[in-house]
């Protein structure tokens, strides 16, 4: 089985991302403007399911396998990464803690309030995050990281 470009896959992970993104975007917009429904609820709930799962496994690829590749260059772009990730995490959280009070009580306006919130700063983080990746960690990997590098990468993202 030939090695694929870890690059392309990460890159690949991130198109998913955004298009899931949109949707939380656009559900949360509906549940901010219109107030609870079951439809805008089910799709936001479809989208965070895909942010805990899927993203939560790529933020642990990029800092397992080509974090430490990059750090070998330089630390910056990375530290900042690392921060994000983080800040996700904790979002994540509160944005979990506010799925559950409405999934108990979907007239609640403050627990509405605060799954609206949370949701736009996961969106408005990740879609940063992934410009950030996409235009200037990912470009700087290519250029200065080895082929054997990048086959270290992708070993460990398989």
């Not at 921060?83 to 506010?98: A, E, G, P």
């Not at 919130?117 to 969106?123: G, P, Q, Y």
């Amino acid at each position: 089985m030939a090695v694929r470009d870890p690059i392309a896959l990460l890159l690949k992970e991130h198109e998913e991302a955004l298009t899931k993104l949109q949707l939380l975007k656009k559900s949360a917009t509906e549940i901010k403007k219109k107030g609870y429904s079951e439809k805008s609820f089910r799709a936001l709930l479809k989208a965070v399911e895909y942010v805990d799962e899927e993203v939560r496994v790529h933020n642990k690829h990029e800092e397992d396998a080509l974090f430490p590749i990059v750090e070998r260059y330089v630390d910056g772009p990375t530290s900042t990464l690392r921060d994000d990730h983080i800040k996700m995490s904790k979002l994540y959280k509160k944005l979990s803690y506010s799925i559950k009070a409405m999934k108990e009580n979907p007239d609640d306006k403050i627990a509405r309030q605060e799954l609206v919130e949370s949701a736009e700063a996961i969106v408005q983080l990740m879609v940063n995050h992934i410009h950030k990746e996409n235009y200037i960690l990912f470009p700087m990997v290519q250029r200065f990281v080895s082929k054997e590098e990048l086959r270290e990468v992708a070993k460990k993202l398989l």
